[in-house]
């Protein structure tokens, strides 16, 4: 009896330990975000579109690309080009990062799993509408001009890439100024369930009336123009250009394993090498307020 209470008290001894051990882990990382914050801080506490474009920057992700809203995404940031102290700590906490170099790695790795991982694409699409918004001026609804280039950046790599440029040149040519939430939303849903074809987009259905103007109107064109099954081709700015990172879940997709950023990612030769360096020190001097096709002041 007395070995076995000497054993718990070590034991004991021991948690404290590793738990005191953990803390000052934990504790010595946030003051190192907190100091990596501070160098892109345009106002107390608070990044703006100068700070998040140095950022992104320094993070060697181009603004149009799908991971810089996956990064969004896990910071939990409200709005577009701007992020506050604690959603730039609970970031790097979700992402398991203490500087940029994990950072970026981790970042690639998560868009990656959105590539398999339909459920986690679908949160990254939804939430995307909220963070596109203009919070200052109260919107509740995209400006067309915003929500265009966000599905391009998001669906860059769908199956059904067609449709999304014949969805987006139908929205060029009408009067829509706005989407709503709604329409955002059940988006995802038609093109991921609607074929190129529009045979099985059935307008009895819970459609937003704006996916009946749409389809009369391809239905209509397609008529006066006939092409050959899936060859379209797109003269306008919307036409959707897919990039190496752009990734997106479909039930049309082959299933793929888990991308890690070590290996899975064919990464450009600027990026840096995780093993030799701590953080990264050069830049791509990406423009924030040119490269975003949907700015925010």
Same mark, same amino acid.
């Given at each position: ?20 051990? @953990?803390?000052?882990?934990?504790? *010595? ?34 603004? %149009? %690309?799908? /991971? ?25 906490? %979700?992402? %398991? ?7 970026? /790695? @981790?970042?690639?790795?998560? /868009? ?10 679908? &949160?990254?699409?939804?939430? &995307? ?17 915003? /929500?265009?280039?966000?599905? &391009? ?48 987009? *059935? ?26 099954? +899936?060859?379209?081709? +797109? ?33 450009? *030769? ?28």
């Amino acid at each position: 009896m007395v070995i076995r209470g000497r054993i718990a008290m070590v034991d004991q001894r021991t948690v404290r330990s590793d738990a005191n051990t @953990n803390g000052a882990v934990i504790i *010595d990382s946030e003051c190192k975000v907190n100091k990596l914050f501070d160098e892109y801080e345009n106002v107390k506490d608070e990044m703006l579109t100068d700070g998040t474009g140095r950022f992104l920057n320094d993070l060697h992700l181009n603004p %149009e %690309e799908f /991971a810089v809203v996956v990064l969004a995404w896990a910071f939990g940031a409200a709005t577009m080009c701007r992020f506050k102290r604690d959603e730039f700590l609970r970031g790097f906490r %979700e992402l %398991e990062a203490d500087n940029l170099t994990k950072l970026r /790695a @981790n970042v690639l790795q998560r /868009a990656g799993q959105c590539r398999w991982n339909s459920e986690m694409f679908r &949160s990254v699409y939804q939430f &995307s509408f909220l963070w596109a918004l203009d919070n200052d001026i109260g919107q509740r609804s995209l400006p067309v001009e915003v /929500a265009s280039p966000l599905w &391009s950046i998001l669906l860059a790599n769908h199956s059904q890439i067609e449709l999304l440029n014949c969805w987006l040149e139908f929205l060029d040519s009408t009067s829509v100024r706005t989407i709503t939430r709604d329409t955002w939303n059940m988006f995802l849903n038609f093109i991921e369930t609607i074929h190129y074809d529009l045979s099985s987009y *059935d307008d009895t259905e819970a459609w937003p009336s704006l996916f009946d103007a749409f389809v009369d109107h391809e239905r209509e064109r397609r008529q006066k123009t006939p092409t050959n099954s +899936h060859d379209v081709t +797109h003269s306008n700015n919307n036409d959707v250009k897919p990039s190496n990172h752009d990734v997106i879940p479909s039930n049309n997709l082959d299933v793929a394993p888990p991308l890690t950023a070590s290996n899975n990612y064919e990464l450009k *030769d600027d990026v840096i090498d995780p093993t030799k360096h701590d953080d990264i020190t050069h830049s791509n001097n990406y423009d924030v307020t040119t490269s975003f096709p949907f700015n925010s002041s």
